[in-house]
């Protein structure tokens, strides 16, 4: 057998056999997200019928705090000392102020932008 | 005048052994390269962290070829040691015909020993546990189809090897061996050539790296002349969240898969998959960021330099190269543009839900193939987000790319 006949051979085998592997994996894949995620909704629906009453517990201090951000619009102090913790750990011994803490206005969420930043950090 | 004769003559011994008497124009002119490669890596940051340690390699292995130098054992009699001033007492002894002879070893280079782990074909997938451990493969599992973009830009590496073998200058293993230029992926060509086409791995390495750092520049007129303004404008909707539990069953299915399919595949796929555990699994911290960051630099050092010393002049400077960096460019265009059009077919499938460009991902080169799908999907819309539907088919050609390795490893050796 020539080289180029195998070659070919080789090209067609080639694209059978990554093909194949890779269908498979989406075929797998697929399966599995969709038993997990079945599996993990089902679990979720559970918990919510049979502890009807704990999440009922919570609601006058969220109803507080929501009061509070409506209000004046201010953040709460537990937050502002939490950025302040935050801004600190970054900036450290440097000398630096806290001048204003503002909502960021962009369009995607924090986590997608950490989410973001994680992918794309070079190797 | 006896003093002045003896001063000359080690005078001429010390020339002859310096490099003005021992090196030859290739070894010069391989040095210049090696200073246009540091030239490159240093002032324009091309793929700089193993760019730079490989034209190190280069420029000091051209400069004292003996740091590849390869171990040496020769049997003497105990009166030839002991006339070099030698102790026949502390070499090993071997018997033949009832004469008794000491292994005289001359061991070899610095760099033929740390050489052994390419050779061996070890450091490669210690870079893909490393990569592993940083690979997240989530926008994969949300968007599964992404496998077939993975899958699709491997056709380059195919269709290439048709070519390099049509040439003639070639043996089917070194066809093969560039061919896999085409998958993007450092270790896995560097993997593959040693097992295939050895004498090629410096030509097949420094061309490999160079077009992984060249993806800014080689793929977007690729991607903007095989899709339409309309195309390229699609934006495409939000991945769904994935859940821990999947996260960690992902790389046990996908090692278990490809390792049954095709075990030359498995120690690349297999240590990809351990580094994914690691980070996916959550419960050994320490171990995961030794294998990510440490290991991980050790390795690319390693990798580097003696991948780099595989370069000499005899061995570089031949019409063979010129072959190889040719048919690698093509590979990678062709690899680039196979995954584009399989984009566009998923988008006419789809209904025009998927943008074509996130297809030249496919090519491996994580993370800066999703970033170039990004870059030209933002061109036409600033407000489009393909970064993380890029990264699918991203992740999905590091696997395609072990595969494809697999069925040439399988094929040809």
């Not at chain 2, 020993?113 to 210690?126: A, D, E, H, M, S």
Request: charged content about 15%; glycine content about 10%; overall charge neutral.
């Amino acid at each position: 057998m020539d080289n180029m006949t195998q070659a070919f051979i080789l090209l067609l085998a080639g694209f059978l056999v990554v093909f194949v592997v890779l269908i498979l994996l989406i075929i797998v894949v697929t399966l599995y997200s969709k038993i997990i995620t079945s599996v993990q909704n089902r679990g979720k629906k559970k918990e919510t019928t049979v502890t009807p009453q704990t999440e009922k517990k919570p609601e006058p201090a969220a109803a507080v705090m929501e009061a509070a951000d409506e209000d004046d619009g201010e953040i709460p102090g537990e937050i502002i000392a939490v950025i302040a913790a935050a801004v600190d750990a970054v900036y450290g011994a440097k000398p630096h102020k806290i001048k204003a803490v503002r909502k960021s206005r962009t369009s995607r969420s924090a986590w997608a932008r950490a989410g973001a930043a994680d992918n794309t950090r070079p190797f | 005048m006896e003093i002045l004769t003896q001063l000359w003559k080690i005078i001429c011994d010390l020339i002859a052994s310096s490099g003005f008497g021992s090196l030859s124009l290739e070894n010069y002119v391989m040095v210049l390269v090696s200073f246009v490669l540091m030239y490159l890596a240093i002032k324009k940051q091309f793929e700089p962290l193993l760019l730079l340690p490989i034209a190190f390699g280069m420029c000091l292995v051209n400069l004292f070829p003996e740091i590849m130098g390869v171990p040496t054992t020769t049997l003497e009699t105990a009166q030839q040691l002991i006339d070099q001033g030698l102790n026949p007492e502390s070499y090993a002894k071997t018997v033949i015909d009832g004469v008794t002879y000491y292994n005289h070893i001359e061991y070899g280079g610095l760099f033929y020993y740390l050489y052994q782990g390419v050779k061996l074909g070890i450091y490669p997938p210690l870079i893909f546990l490393g990569i592993g451990c940083m690979t997240d493969f989530g926008p994969l599992i949300a968007n599964p189809k992404s496998f077939i973009l993975g899958a699709a830009a491997q056709v380059g590496i195919f269709l290439t090897f048709i070519i390099a073998t049509a040439l003639g200058i070639f043996t089917p293993e070194e066809a093969g061996s560039i061919a896999i230029i085409g998958g993007a992926d450092g270790p896995t060509a560097i993997f593959v050539t040693t097992k295939l086409a050895p004498q090629l791995l410096g030509p097949i390495a420094v061309a490999a790296y160079s077009y992984m750092a060249l993806v800014p520049i080689i793929q977007p007129p690729i991607m903007r002349a095989l899709t339409t303004k309309k195309e390229r404008s699609v934006v495409m909707g939000q991945l769904r969240p994935v859940s821990k539990l999947e996260r960690i069953l992902f790389p046990i299915i996908v090692v278990v898969i490809v390792a049954v399919l095709l075990p030359d595949a498995a120690p690349l796929v297999g240590m990809l998959m351990l580094g994914n555990l690691f980070k996916e699994s959550g419960v050994v911290d320490r171990i995961n960021k030794t294998a990510q960051n440490e290991l991980m630099n050790i390795i690319t050092i390693f990798l580097g330099v003696t991948v780099g010393a595989t370069a000499s002049g005899k061995v570089f400077l031949t019409i063979q190269t010129l072959g190889i960096i040719a048919l690698g460019l093509f590979a990678f265009c062709l690899a680039t543009g196979c995954g584009v059009l399989f984009g566009k077919l998923m988008y006419l499938a789809t209904g025009g839900k998927v943008n074509p460009l996130i297809g030249s991902a496919g090519v491996s080169a994580v993370p800066m193939a999703a970033r170039i799908s990004q870059k030209v999907g933002q061109e036409e819309n600033p407000g489009n987000f393909l970064l993380m539907h890029a990264m699918g088919p991203n992740v999905a050609g590091v696997i395609g790319s072990a595969v494809a390795a697999g069925v040439l490893l399988s094929v040809l050796k």
